[in-house]
């Protein structure tokens, strides 16, 4: 494990073109920093693969960092029921887009994880979910596309019955997730919910997790029962204080309704969206100065109590 | 009775289908509302989970996501998606999907994909998320549907989670275990599957609608025979659901006007 700036992991990490799995959760624990810090570079063409996602999504897709998605669900709940940047990008056909469910998402993740050829589900039976792909046969095979989206397979431990769906694996080459807590020899432990991150983070290459607080690893190894994923498994750790902004980590911060409402009055237009860019991901060489642009006033807003895990009775309208 | 908006009248139908004990598959927005309001009245043993891996939180708040952060506070689990949806085909779990869609047909199928096609798009929505997988494996799905022709469809767009697929036995025939449509809960009425065939038809309709007018709205025959006007939402339903489930009229909107 190697501690390093969002800068740096980006820089050292990343590749354009790299498959990409983003932990959270629609406008919980997006790797924000991580997000804007690819974009500040220019990465181009990346393939992003998530279940429900998510504002992380939303700026990635916007800056034209990503080429194709593999996703259940993309949008970031009552702030966007669709996804504005997401939506525009597949009408435009400026991404490729292949829909699958959160479980087949998550299994496929586990798959990966497990070292499994592919896994099975009934989840999808008769719809177009199985029927119909998204991306174009001529990806089929190409780099990290699989040769099929998914297959229906003959029940082997009962040939009488119905057919079930067989997905391919998923081996990211990086995932960025966002945890409360990280040891100082990069044991990692979530708060609240997991969603897929731990899935997502064991099928990977290579795992660069940014987190609130790095702290002793001695703390997070009085109560292991509560970590997550060994130091092994992580490659690199950047600290980030509210690197989730403007979504939400349990225990730490709410998500930012003042921000979600703003992000939602701009984003459905290509210019105002630019000029978001230049006013909150581009200008800012470090957290600091980003969470500086936000100010202390929004955020003690958000600050979560302790008690609640949230901002009791932030104004959310 | 005063008066109410079509979405308080919704979530409070909704929340008179859920049984106390019932195992509660929510999503977002209505969902959210007709599981926490039939909690509070008269399914207060009913347990709400959440495909994020919230697993019956207190829900002091009400979440505005499935992976707001109320949805982990005070739960019995927090965990994951994997661990989450596990319990969503448990055999001995009676659980009870609410899902929403931007279309439907008259088996109950949804589509909340896109509109048109892959080659030439027309409009995009969110997908699936885990409806598909609730639509698949839970015991039994209430819809929430938008009463209108363009969403109430002969045939979806893109058929995201499995209703009853093409009618009778096709749902057991292609393969599922259990489950199945059991109502739609509109913003003029609540539908039903006939028994056998499984096409949908009108059980009740609300008090400001009538049959004919959603025979209009709907884009496909609907068998109305069986139809009776709904009763309205109590005093007591009401106070339930503005003044505790929803104070911030987050998801209800704009309060009804009273036209007097």
Redesign the interface.
Known sequence: MKLMTAAEAVRTLIKDGDQIALGGFTVNRNPMLMAREMIRQGKRHLYLVVHSHGQALELLVGAGCVQRVEIAYGGVGRFAPTGFRFKKAFLEKKIEVEDYSNLQMTLRFMAGAMGMPFVVTRSGLGTDIVRLSGFSPESRGQGRVPRQKLTLLKDPFDPDGADVVALPPLNPDVALVHAQYVGEAGTCRFCGLTFADIEQAKAAKTVIVTCEEIVPEAYLRREPDRNSLPPFLVDAVVAAPFGAHPTACHQFYDYDPKHMNLFKQIARDDDRFKAYLDEWVYPFDSQEAYLERVGVRDLLEIRANPGWGYAPGLDRR | MGIYTATEIMALSAGRLVHNGDILFAG??LSMLAATVAKRIHAPESVVFF????IDPRL??LP??????????GSAV?????DA?SL??HPKLKTIAFLGAAQIDCYG?LNS??LGT?EH?????????????AA??AYGVIIFMQHQRRRFVEK?D?????GW?EGGD?RR?????RGGPIAVVTNLGVMKFHEQTKRMYLETYYPFTDPEKIVAETGFPLDVSFATVAIPPSDEELAVLRQTVDP?R??LGPPAVDPA
């Not at chain 2, 027309?122 to 598909?132: I, K, L, T, V």
């Not at chain 2, 893109?158 to 499995?162: D, K, L, M």
């Open positions: 977002t927005g495909e994020t891996g919230g002091e708040e505005l996501t499935v992976a707001d952060p109320r949805v982990m506070v927090n965990s994951g998606l994997a949806l969503l085909g199928n994909t896109l892959y798009p027309e409009q995009r929505f969110p997908g699936s998320g885990g409806a598909c997988d698949s494996m979806l893109y058929f995201t989670s499995p697929l096709a025939r292609a393969g599922f275990l911030q987050l998801i």
